[in-house]
């Protein structure tokens, strides 16, 4: 028990972290060695590959999450939001295209963690996630990547 309330606090740290690393992008204030830092850092945190999660195919993600088929909500939460903060990076840069493939694996997975409602106290929920998600590809499938958008 004392393990897993250490991981939840661990990967609520990892969200927190990757929250406020989101909105310093959206103010043009984050570096990309500290984007670059913060994405490996939380998601290494959370027992995820964040560079197998860039290259793998969105249909092929759930098989990295759950290999046995039982997804952990936690880890697959901040996998998603990595990718989502990746992807709003990208966007940021004028990356249209790796933005959306970035997005999109962001709300595939947030998906899967959806049937499990609020489990981390004070983040937004993946149905929020992926209507952000849905907004943002909305901007990058316009091309444009002023946003004005302000992360949560």
Known sequence: MAQRDYILRLIEE???ALIALRNAIIRGGAPATEVEDTLRRATSAAGMELELARVLSVEA???????TGEVEPA???VLAEAL?????NRMHEGDLEHARRLLAK???L???VAPWGAFLVGF???EERIAEIEGLLDIVDAGSSES???AS
């Open 106 to 108: 962001a709300a595939t």
């Open 124 to 126: 937004p929920e993946a």
């Open 75 to 77: 880890k697959c939460w």
């Open 14 to 16: 990892m969200g927190a």
């Open 61 to 67: 993600l759930p098989g990295m999450v759950a290999p």
């Open 148 to 150: 004005g958008y302000g």
């Open 110 to 112: 947030f998906r899967l």
């Open 84 to 88: 989502m903060t990746d992807g709003v």
